[in-house]
Each structure stands twice: as C-alpha cells, then as structure tokens.
C-alpha cells in the first residue's frame, strides 16, 4: 500500500471512529462510563501507532511534494524570465524595425542617386568620345575629299590643257618645242 492510500484509509477511518461517540463526547458521559477510559486508551494507541507507521511515508511523500513543487515553480521561473527576455528582445527589434527601415530607405536612395549620378558621367564620357571619333572622321574623310578633289583638279586641269595644247598647237610649233628640248638636254649634258 503507497503513502497517499494509508493516509487516505486512515482520515476515512477517524470519523467513523468517533461517530458512534458523538453524544456521550458531548454530554460528558464518556468519561463516567466504564467503557469509556479504555476506549479513550485505544483511540491514544492508534493515533500514536498511526502516526509512528505513517510519520516517514507521509514526510517522504511531503517532502518529495515539494520538492516537485519548488522544481516546477524554479522551471516557470525560469521559462518566464526567458519568455520575458524575449520578448524584450522582440520589442527592440520592433522598436528598431522603424529606424531600420528608414535607414535602409535612405541609403537606398543614396546609392540610386550616386549610380544616377555615375551613368550621367559615363554617357557624358561616352557622348564626348563619339563626338571626338566623329570630328576625327569627318576631318579624315574631308582630308581625303579635298586630296580626291585635289587630284581630280590636277587630272582635269592636265586634261584640259592637253586638250587646249593640242587644238592650238601646229606642227611648225611641235617641231620649234623639240628643237628646244633637245638643246636644252645637249647643255645639261
């Protein structure tokens, strides 16, 4: 039988025992009756042989009581101040969820301006190349059209003066020309 059976038997057993009694507890009769005293000497008896049988379980059973009990509130204790630190921790959080957000806002912007900022330089850079290639080759391509036309007025001025030369030119004036010439090389010569 466990500790928490005998003591229930035992305070089941106690009020019955004193049931039957009641009214001569009550008229002051127990003590002048004969069965009285002895009755009185076994209720002592059993009381102290109860309490001898049942002292160590039930301060066993006590004692193992609250222990579990002093156990159980340390472990809430516990489990509350780290439910408490947490959610302390969470209301920072929340609380710095606000300046984070603006924070990260405001470098965002930061960075979206410093980027506006390099693509307007690099196209500045990138138009002022194509302008310089271009002045490059326009001035190339006018070099070689003033050479082409250069080279196309000296084939036609040669052309034409050939043409002229010939139309005016006589046989008479052809033969004065190599006579010319050839007096010319017998000096150099």
């Not at 004969?34 to 002592?44: A, E, I």
């Not at 340390?74 to 710095?96: G, M, P, S, V």
């Not at 000296?154 to 005016?168: F, G, H, N, P, T």
Request: charged letters at 30%; proline letters at 3%; aromatic letters at 6%.
């Amino acid at each position: 039988m466990t500790n928490l059976a005998q003591l229930r038997s035992s305070a089941l057993f106690l009020p019955a025992l004193f049931a039957d009694h009641q009214p001569l507890l009550l008229s002051g009769g127990f003590w002048t009756s004969p069965s009285g005293f002895p009755k009185l000497v076994n209720l002592v008896l059993f009381i102290v042989v109860l309490y001898l049988l049942l002292r160590k379980p039930a301060r066993e059973f006590f004692a193992e009581r609250l222990a579990t009990v002093r156990t159980t509130l340390e472990r809430a204790a516990k489990e509350k101040a780290a439910a408490t630190a947490k959610i302390a921790e969470l209301d920072a959080r929340l609380n710095r969820l606000d300046a984070e957000l603006a924070e990260i806002k405001t470098q965002a912007q930061t960075e979206a301006q410093a980027e506006r900022a390099r693509l307007d330089a690099e196209a500045q850079r990138d138009a002022e190349k194509l302008r310089t290639m271009a002045q490059r080759e326009i001035e190339t391509a006018k070099q070689v059209a003033l050479s082409d036309l250069r080279e196309f007025a000296a084939s036609k001025s040669v052309d034409l003066a050939e043409q002229i030369i010939r139309q005016e030119l006589k046989p008479e004036d052809d033969a004065k020309m190599l006579q010319r010439m050839a007096d010319e090389m017998s000096k150099v010569s």
